[in-house]
């Protein structure tokens, strides 16, 4: 059933966004993280430099694929990385265009963000904590046994 919207256009059973190209958003984020490695922003992974961007940072296809997560899913979460990082940058510049206090205010803005996004992934952060330490103790436990065969060699 398509019901009309205030701009009287139809809103059907599939959004505009979801007619995004799915390569294109996979080209996009991956563009972006390598660009945002000459950028000295924080958290930036580079390495390994034979990867692409988007498999340094585990969120390939394949990658969330084998955690169980359906390929249309995968197509969302890439859909929204890119509509609501340009979306919200966007909407910022435009109200900030009427200011002269566009750094103080930008920064606010940018701040109360992190913190929000912060608070909605605050019962996952002791779970997060305790993968990433987890699956650190793998890592070293490998890297023993390596060693250890090695040594007896």
């Known amino acids: 059933?398509?019901?009309?919207?205030?701009?009287?256009?139809?809103?059907?059973?599939?959004?505009?966004g979801a007619k995004m190209n799915r390569q294109v958003l996979e080209t996009w984020i991956n563009e972006?993280?390598?660009?945002a490695e000459h950028l000295d922003i924080p958290n930036?992974?580079?390495k390994p430099e034979h990867q692409s961007p988007i498999s340094r940072y585990q969120i390939d296809r394949l990658v969330l694929t084998n955690a169980g997560i359906p390929p249309d899913m995968i197509s969302r979460i890439y859909?929204?990385?890119?509509v609501y990082s340009v979306g919200f940058y966007e909407l910022i510049k435009k109200c900030l265009e009427h200011t002269e206090k566009k750094y103080?205010?930008?920064?606010?803005?940018?701040k109360v963000?992190?913190?929000l996004l912060e608070y909605c992934c605050r019962t996952d952060y002791r779970m997060l904590i305790s993968e990433i330490s987890?699956?650190?103790?793998?890592?070293?436990?490998?890297?023993?046994?390596?060693?250890d065969e090695r040594f007896q060699e």
């Open 104 to 110: 103080t205010i930008i920064t606010s803005i940018w």
């Open 44 to 46: 930036v992974i580079l």
């Open 79 to 82: 859909r929204a990385l890119f």
């Open 134 to 147: 987890r699956e650190a103790e793998e890592k070293m436990k490998k890297m023993t046994e390596k060693y």
């Open 113 to 115: 963000f992190s913190i």
């Open 1 to 16: 059933m398509k019901v009309m919207n205030k701009r009287g256009s139809s809103q059907g059973g599939q959004r505009e």
């Open 32 to 35: 972006t993280l390598r660009d």
